[in-house]
Nanobody, 125 residues
């Protein structure tokens, strides 16, 4: 079972940037797709971005396109989410997750079998 630990969250002003990291351990990181989801208070968890096992294919939610970029470094067993031009509506707990497959990255939470504990991102206006 893979263990995931997120870091990099915090408080930032609107228009600022943050880079989230997700460190993985426990099994072969490079065999699984990775994803980022977020959950704001009183809202459903929503998909943000995902990346295939090789890193060659990425998918971003419409709300993230042009501002957020998912990436991974398989040598470091780490996935990243670079977030630029942050908005107050991006405020949420961000979770990384490992998918059950390595191919085309899924976008639904049910396809991800392991989750981190989450990191808070707060964007002030």
């Amino acid at each position: 079972q893979v263990q995931l630990v997120e870091s990099g969250g915090g408080l930032v002003q609107a228009g600022g940037s943050l880079r989230l990291s997700c460190a993985a351990s426990g099994r072969t990181f490079s065999a699984n797709g990775m994803g980022w989801f977020r959950q704001a208070p009183a809202k459903e968890r929503e998909f943000v971005a995902a990346i295939s096992a090789s890193g060659g294919t990425t998918v971003h939610a419409d709300s993230a396109k042009g501002r957020f970029t998912i990436s991974r470094d398989n040598a470091k067993n780490t996935a990243y989410l670079q977030m630029n031009r942050l908005k107050p509506e991006d405020t949420a707990v961000y979770y990384c997750a490992a998918s059950n497959t390595g191919g085309i990255p899924p976008t639904v939470a049910a396809a991800f079998g392991a989750w981190g504990q989450g990191t808070q991102v707060t964007v002030s206006s």
